[in-house]
């Protein structure tokens, strides 16, 4: 049965994000995933985890610089002592918060510049994080981002993602398939499912092209959940989506698998 993690960042902004981890678990979450928590102490963060009965299953190192179109650095030459920092800051949380993964952000990369000198920058830097997540039971994961939602990313393709996966080949590191993404880009939702299971750890979803609630839109996500079953995949499906209007509005497609309160 598929296991839903609601997406604080996307979901419930009708309130606060302190309010939002009360305002899942009432709409019958068991677990949440968000993009960032470094605005917020650990231990707060944790108190609101856990009188809410939740779990959290993933969120990213820190994004650098948005205002200026950065989207990660630890793909950034010559900024690696910076990528450190995140990489060891994003562990202190992690463990903090009993996370099982953290999604590793790697860079833009601006028109013109040497793409290869950032993988080249992004596999050392992953091997780094490797080293430092692992004796924790941690895994890392790589996520490629489709380039309307955020151009000139270092991997727009699953296969991309899966390739990079490859090259850093190290044992807790693994892909995060978002099926939005893989829609605007590879497509054969179905094909990347059965052929990579184990390769990726963690799914979210999303309509398309809109990015809202997956009950409309070109993709059959009933479909695709008993296709999950099919396969084994026992991780988490996270619903970074947003919403067409008010959240709980929304939430009719979830209701068979909404936790009663």
């Given at each position: 049965?598929?296991?839903?993690?609601?997406?604080?960042?996307?979901?419930?902004?009708?309130?606060?994000?302190?309010?939002?981890?009360?305002?899942?678990?009432?709409?019958?979450?068991?677990?949440?995933?968000?993009?960032?928590?470094?605005?917020?102490?650990?231990?707060?963060?944790?108190?609101?985890?856990?009188?809410?009965?939740?779990?959290?299953?993933?969120?990213?190192?820190?994004?650098?610089?948005?205002?200026?179109?950065?989207?990660?650095?630890?793909?950034?030459?010559?900024?690696?002592?910076?990528?450190?920092?995140?990489?060891?800051?994003?562990?202190?949380?992690?463990l903090a918060l009993e996370v099982p993964q953290v999604h590793i952000m790697a860079a833009t990369v601006p028109p013109g510049a040497?793409?290869?000198?950032?993988?080249?920058?992004?596999?050392?830097?992953?091997?780094?994080?490797?080293?430092?997540?692992?004796?924790?039971?941690?895994?890392?994961?790589?996520?490629?981002?489709?380039?309307?939602?955020?151009?000139?990313?270092?991997?727009?393709?699953?296969?991309?993602?899966?390739?990079?996966?490859?090259?850093?080949?190290?044992?807790?590191?693994?892909?995060?398939?978002?099926?939005?993404?893989?829609?605007?880009?590879?497509?054969?939702?179905?094909?990347?499912?059965?052929?990579?299971?184990?390769?990726?750890?963690?799914?979210?979803?999303?309509?398309?092209?809109?990015?809202?609630?997956?009950?409309?839109?070109?993709?059959?996500?009933?479909?695709?959940?008993?296709?999950?079953?099919?396969?084994?995949?026992?991780?988490?499906?996270?619903?970074?989506?947003?919403?067409?209007?008010?959240?709980?509005?929304?939430?009719?497609?979830?209701?068979?698998?909404?936790?009663?309160?």
């Open positions: 049965m598929p296991k839903f993690a609601a997406n604080l960042s996307t979901q419930f902004n009708e309130v606060p994000f302190t309010e939002r981890f009360a305002a899942a678990a009432q709409a019958g979450f068991d677990a949440v995933e968000f993009l960032f928590p470094y605005d917020y102490p650990a231990a707060q963060l944790k108190q609101l985890l856990d009188e809410n009965h939740l779990k959290l299953v993933l969120f990213n190192t820190a994004p650098g610089n948005v205002a200026a179109g950065e989207w990660g650095v630890s793909a950034i030459p010559g900024r690696e002592a910076e990528a450190r920092a995140d990489i060891d800051r994003a562990l202190e949380y992690a040497d793409r290869a000198a950032y993988a080249d920058t992004f596999v050392r830097n992953m091997h780094y994080a490797a080293e430092r997540f692992a004796p924790h039971g941690i895994n890392l994961l790589l996520e490629a981002l489709n380039p309307v939602t955020k151009p000139n990313y270092l991997y727009a393709s699953q296969y991309q993602t899966l390739e990079m996966a490859a090259r850093i080949d190290r044992p807790n590191v693994f892909t995060q398939l978002d099926l939005f993404h893989a829609q605007l880009v590879d497509g054969n939702l179905s094909r990347l499912i059965r052929e990579n299971l184990g390769r990726y750890r963690h799914i979210q979803i999303a309509s398309a092209p809109d990015r809202h609630e997956p009950d409309e839109g070109e993709i059959n996500y009933p479909w695709l959940f008993t296709l999950l079953d099919e396969v084994g995949y026992d991780g988490w499906i996270g619903c970074e989506y947003i919403p067409r209007g008010n959240t709980l509005d929304g939430l009719g497609w979830f209701a068979p698998w909404a936790k009663k309160r």
